[in-house]
C-alpha cells in the first residue's frame, strides 16, 4: 500500500519560516512529479509548486522567490522550504505524486494524496 504522509506544519507569525516534509512509501518502482498543493477555507484547491524527477521546478506566482521545493530521491521525499511567510498562506497543504507502483508483479502510474497539514499565519 502506497502512502504519502506530511509534517512540517504548524503555527508561525508573519515573516517566519516553516518547512514541509512529504515522504512517499510502499511499493514504489520510481517517483515523476511531486508537488505540493493548498487549500484554504472557502477555496479551492491550488498548486503551490511542483518538481519533476529531474528537478525543474514550477512556482505559483503568490509564492516565488519566498517558497522553495526540493526533493531527495534516495529517500523518496519532497520538501517545501517557505519563508517570508503571510496571513494569506494560511490554508491545508497537500502533498502529490505521480507514482509508478508494482501491483501484482505489473507496474502502473498513479496519483497520489497526502493528508494534509495545516500552516497557520498570523498578523
Known amino acids: 500500500q502506497v502512502q504519502l504522509v506530511e509534517s512540517g506544519g504548524g503555527l508561525v507569525q508573519a515573516g517566519g519560516s516553516l518547512r514541509l516534509s512529504c515522504v512517499a512509501s510502499?511499493?514504489?518502482?520510481?517517483?515523476?512529479?511531486m508537488g505540493w498543493y493548498r487549500q484554504a477555507p472557502g477555496k479551492q484547491r491550488e498548486l503551490v509548486a511542483d518538481?519533476?524527477?529531474?528537478?525543474?521546478?514550477n512556482y505559483a506566482d503568490s509564492v516565488k522567490g519566498r517558497f522553495t521545493i526540493s526533493r531527495d530521491n534516495a529517500k523518496n521525499t519532497v520538501y517545501l522550504q517557505m519563508n517570508s511567510l503571510k496571513p494569506e498562506d494560511t490554508a491545508v497543504y497537500y502533498c502529490?505524486?505521480?507514482?509508478?507502483?508494482?501491483?501484482?508483479?505489473?507496474?502502473?502510474?498513479?496519483?497520489?494524496w497526502g493528508q494534509g497539514t495545516q500552516v497557520t499565519v498570523t498578523s
Open positions: 502529490n505524486a505521480n507514482l509508478v507502483v508494482v501491483r501484482f508483479g505489473v507496474r502502473a502510474t498513479y496519483n497520489y
Open positions: 510502499g511499493s514504489i518502482f520510481s517517483i515523476n512529479e
Open positions: 518538481i519533476t524527477s529531474r528537478g525543474s521546478t
